[in-house]
T-cell receptor
Framework: ETGVTQSPTHLIKTRGQQVTLRCSSQ?????VSWYQQALGQGPQFIFQYYREEENGRGNFPPRFSGLQFPNYSSELNVNALELDDSALYLC????????????FGAGTRLSVL | QQQVKQSPQSLIVQKGGIPIINCAYE??????FPWYQQFPGKGPALLIAIRPDVSEKKEGRFTISFNKSAKQFSLHIMDSQPGDSATYFC??????????FGTGTSLTVIP
């Protein structure tokens, strides 16, 4: 097991709604990255947080936002959901100082109707 | 623009065969090239990784070959087993800040 837990496992929302996805990492993993994985595609980097600050962002609009908390948990928030937001959302945590090593959770499957 | 291009999209081999998955990248600033294995319903798991100052790395039955001048790297799976059937992703990053993934290769190993 990776020690990374994501919740919920599945979620159904309608277009225009807002959603919050959660991730819990191991103690000491102070870097967390979020990815969007569309069906049949590779993960696409959304953003990375290090010690509760955003540390890099991929090509995603501002309606994708995040938070990281001191207890090694984090959130991905998506506002104004669009049909194309339907995907598997993955979080990956890295132990302190080793950002190349990523441990992935099993993901949250989001369906937007 | 796809930063990392992966091929083939799918691959079927007999047990004991040596599947080879190829990736090419554009950005010469990338300094870390991992391969991930993903089973249905699971997140990707790091399999093996290489840095550009090394041309080959072996870990168990998995080997990465790296060609810096061609900006290409590949994964070889020796003595493949049905349990290796999964989707494989290559990736690249610069200083571990942002990872770019390939589109994935679905591998089926026939008993």
């Amino acid at each position: 097991e990776t020690g990374v837990t994501q919740s919920p496992t599945h979620l159904i929302k309608t277009r225009g709604q807002q959603v919050t996805l959660r991730c819990s990492s191991q103690s000491g993993h102070n870097t967390v990255s979020w990815y969007q994985q569309a069906l049949g595609q590779g993960p696409q980097f959304i953003f990375q947080y290090y010690r509760e600050e955003e540390n890099g962002r991929g090509n995603f609009p501002p309606r994708f936002s995040g938070l990281q908390f001191p207890n090694y948990s984090s959130e991905l928030n998506v506002n104004a959901l669009e049909l194309d937001d339907s995907a598997l959302y993955l979080c990956a945590s890295s132990p302190g100082g080793q950002t190349n090593i990523q441990y992935f959770g099993a993901g949250t499957r989001l369906s937007v109707l | 623009q796809q930063q990392v291009k992966q091929s083939p999209q799918s691959l079927i081999v007999q047990k004991g065969g040596i599947p080879i998955i190829n990736c090419a990248y554009e950005n010469t600033a990338f300094d870390y090239f991992p391969w991930y294995q993903q089973f249905p319903g699971k997140g990707p798991a790091l399999l093996i990784a290489i840095r550009p100052d090394v041309s080959e790395k072996k870990e168990g039955r998995f080997t990465i070959s790296f060609n810096k001048s061609a900006k290409q790297f590949s994964l070889h799976i020796m003595d493949s087993q049905p349990g290796d059937s999964a989707t494989y992703f290559c990736a690249a990053s610069k200083a571990g800040n942002q990872f770019y993934f390939g589109t994935g290769t679905s591998l089926t190993v026939i008993p």
